[in-house]
């Protein structure tokens, strides 16, 4: 995957991490898994929204 335009291998990564701390009982590296799958989502969003702005400038 050359272009990580959808956030999914940041995800992927954040839900390891976050399992890891829990399992660990490490609360900082629970954390940093869920701050990291918040990351992917965000990318979604964005490339979602830039896919909707190329949409409306197709169609005006």
């Given amino acids: 995957m050359a272009s ?4 999914i291998k940041d995800k992927i990564a954040g839900k390891l991490k ?5 399992v660990t ?8 898994g869920k701050l990291q799958k918040l ?3 965000v ?11 190329k949409g409306n400038k197709k169609e005006g």
């Fill in 4 to 7: 990580d335009k959808h956030g």
């Fill in 25 to 32: 009982n490490d609360k900082t590296r629970e954390g940093e």
């Fill in 39 to 41: 990351k992917g989502k």
């Fill in 18 to 22: 976050e399992t890891e701390g829990k």
């Fill in 43 to 53: 990318k979604d969003e964005v490339n979602d929204l830039k896919e909707s702005i």
